[in-house]
């Protein structure tokens, strides 16, 4: 009888257990949605267009001024940098892949820096505010206030213009059909 009663017990412990993990990854995916179908990605995501207006104020009030030099990225768009210095002598640009980006859902862009000369420029080591601190380095830090990710920051392949928001989904997801939800205004 007593073996009995652990048995029953150490299968309600399980039963129980199971339900925990299956109400967390509840509570972890309820701010994604699937997305079924062939959407296409027309524009940033809201929350990606807000942070990067709210990053070119705070850059402007330190008499910095950013441009973004690229948003959402068609597959063939893509594709194309990623052939760059592969197929021909320049450098190589991204190591993504059509679909392997985050500008390829509207979570990404890229910026330089317009100088005072009125020049967009992608000098790191540029202070144009004359502060004693790059300019380049200044946005990247109001960028990742914002909550944006920065290529700065990337193990192996160094991305200094690129600005990233993921919501905690990854690549692979977003290839699945995953989105970050979309705030009810």
Same mark, same amino acid.
């Given at each position: 009888?007593?073996?009995?009663?652990?048995?029953?017990?150490?299968? &309600?412990? $399980?039963?129980?257990? @199971?339900?925990?993990?299956?109400?967390?990854?509840?509570?972890?995916?309820?701010? #994604?949605? !699937?997305?079924?179908?062939?959407?296409?990605?027309?524009?940033?995501?809201?929350?990606?267009?807000?942070?990067?207006?709210?990053?070119?104020?705070?850059?402007?009030? &330190?008499? $910095?001024?950013?441009? @973004?030099?690229?948003?959402?990225?068609?597959?063939?768009?893509?594709?194309?940098? #990623?052939? !760059?210095?592969?197929?021909?002598?320049?450098?190589?640009?991204?190591?993504?892949?059509?679909?392997?980006?985050?500008?390829?859902?509207?979570?990404?862009?890229?910026?330089?820096?317009?100088?005072?000369?009125?020049?967009?420029?992608?000098?790191?080591?540029?202070?144009?505010?004359?502060?004693?601190?790059?300019?380049?380095?200044?946005?990247?830090?109001?960028?990742?206030?914002?909550?944006?990710?920065?290529?700065?920051?990337?193990?192996?392949?160094?991305?200094?213009?690129?600005?990233?928001?993921?919501?905690?989904?990854?690549?692979?997801?977003?290839?699945?059909?995953?989105?970050?939800?979309?705030?009810?205004?």
């Amino acid at each position: 009888m007593k073996a009995l009663k652990h048995f029953t017990l150490s299968w &309600i412990a $399980i039963i129980l257990f @199971i339900g925990l993990l299956f109400w967390l990854y509840q509570q972890t995916n309820s701010s #994604y949605e !699937r997305v079924d179908g062939e959407e296409t990605i027309s524009e940033l995501h809201p929350a990606v267009q807000e942070a990067v207006d709210t990053l070119i104020d705070r850059a402007d009030d &330190i008499d $910095i001024e950013v441009v @973004i030099t690229d948003g959402l990225r068609t597959e063939e768009e893509q594709e194309t940098l #990623y052939a !760059r210095g592969r197929e021909n002598e320049e450098d190589i640009v991204t190591h993504a892949r059509a679909g392997e980006s985050y500008h390829n859902y509207g979570l990404a862009v890229d910026y330089a820096i317009r100088n005072n000369d009125g020049e967009i420029i992608w000098d790191i080591h540029y202070d144009g505010n004359n502060n004693g601190e790059p300019d380049w380095f200044e946005v990247a830090e109001i960028a990742k206030d914002l909550e944006f990710e920065w290529g700065g920051d990337f193990n192996g392949f160094t991305d200094y213009p690129h600005l990233q928001m993921t919501f905690g989904l990854s690549i692979s997801e977003l290839q699945q059909g995953y989105r970050p939800s979309v705030a009810e205004e």
